[in-house]
Nanobody, 121 residues
């Protein structure tokens, strides 16, 4: 059984940092693409970042380039999203996702976590 569990969300002032974590388990191999998405009320879910955990590159939406960093700790089976210089428009529910045929921001993913709320004021 594949499980994805996000944590680290909360309320933060504009300009501040926040780090989201996604503990994952149940994969048949370590060769996976993983990503972060977000969804604000009344808006479509959008991809914000993606990473190929077996050694590929990292990819970001234009709106977060230079501020967010996606990374993977293979030993801990944990995906991270370091968010710096947060803006009110970053307020959304953030989701991690895993298993995609093509590793790109906003691509199709098979498995999803339940989400963690980020509120920037």
């Amino acid at each position: 059984r594949v499980q994805l569990v996000e944590s680290g969300g909360g309320s933060v002032q504009a300009g501040g940092p926040l780090r989201l974590s996604c503990a994952h388990s149940g994969y048949p191999s370590s060769r996976h693409c993983m990503g972060w998405f977000r969804q604000a009320p009344g808006k479509e879910r959008e991809g914000v970042a993606a990473i190929y955990t077996a050694g590929g590159g990292t990819y970001y939406a234009n709106s977060v380039k230079g501020r967010f960093t996606i990374s993977q700790d293979n030993a801990k089976n944990t995906l991270y999203l370091q968010m710096n210089s947060l803006k009110p428009e970053d307020t959304a529910m953030y989701y991690c996702a895993a298993f995609s045929d093509s590793c790109r921001v906003g691509g199709w993913f098979k498995y999803w976590g339940q989400g963690t709320q980020v509120t920037v004021s």
